[in-house]
Antibody, heavy 119, light 113 residues
């Protein structure tokens, strides 16, 4: 049974870069599509982007200029970097798997982590 | 972007009764080449990530009780929960998986009357 676990700082200063890692257990990142999704009271659920095990990526246009997703197959992890953060980026950040290009629902999800942007 | 609008924002239903949640997409999520609707439903309980209930609008994820059913096509969809149980108290979301950026409805909060 695949499980995902998010790790990273819970507090980031404005204008700095948010960095999170999702560790996959019970399965390999060398298959499927690996996604980042965030949830905030103001914006609800927002898809950030995905990385395909082959290295291909796609991002929400609203975040494309600031977001970067990478994958480390040796550690069975994938990561999110979001640059130039502001208070509007305060949210619970989760990672999730999608099966394929044509099966892009999210299952399972990792337990999200709250990231607060504040000085 | 596809805008997903759910209704109502909240509802209260008696135990054992039926709950109905609607989801409307600003564009059709029906893919004509395979006649599948690219629409998923999730359940989220406090402190937990969303849990996948249905995909292709009406296909239940493994392990999901058959009390949960989905219907609709094109732009209008419904999640029906029959025989409501206390464990069904949660927020429910729809999501289009037709095209990026994947988008979600704003959520419907289901409570017990």
């Amino acid at each position: 049974q695949v499980q995902l676990q998010v790790s990273g700082p819970g507090l980031v200063k404005p204008s700095e870069t948010l960095s999170l890692t999702c560790t996959v257990s019970g399965g390999s990142v060398t298959a499927y599509y690996w996604n980042w999704i965030r949830q905030s009271p103001g914006k609800g659920l927002e898809w950030i982007g995905y990385i395909y095990y082959g290295g291909g990526t796609d991002y929400n246009p609203s975040l494309r200029s600031r977001a970067s997703i990478s994958i480390d197959t040796s550690k069975n992890q994938f990561s999110l970097k979001l640059s130039s953060v502001t208070a509007a980026d305060t949210a619970v950040y989760s990672c999730a798997r999608a099966l394929s290009f044509g099966e892009r629902w999210f299952d399972p999800w990792g337990q999200g982590t709250l990231v607060t942007v504040s000085s | 972007d596809f805008v997903m609008t759910q209704s109502p924002d909240s509802l209260a239903v008696s135990l054992g009764e039926r709950a109905t949640i609607n989801c409307k997409s600003s564009q059709s999520v029906l893919y004509s080449s395979n006649n599948k609707n690219y629409l998923a439903w999730y359940q989220q309980k406090p402190g937990q990530p969303p849990k996948l209930l249905l995909y292709w609008a009406s296909t239940r994820q493994s392990g999901v009780p058959d009390r949960f059913s989905g219907s609709g096509s094109g732009t209008d969809f419904t999640l029906t929960i029959s025989g409501l149980q206390a464990a069904d108290v949660a927020v429910y979301y729809c999501q289009q998986h037709y095209k990026t950026p994947y988008t979600f409805g704003q959520g419907t909060k289901l409570e017990i009357k």
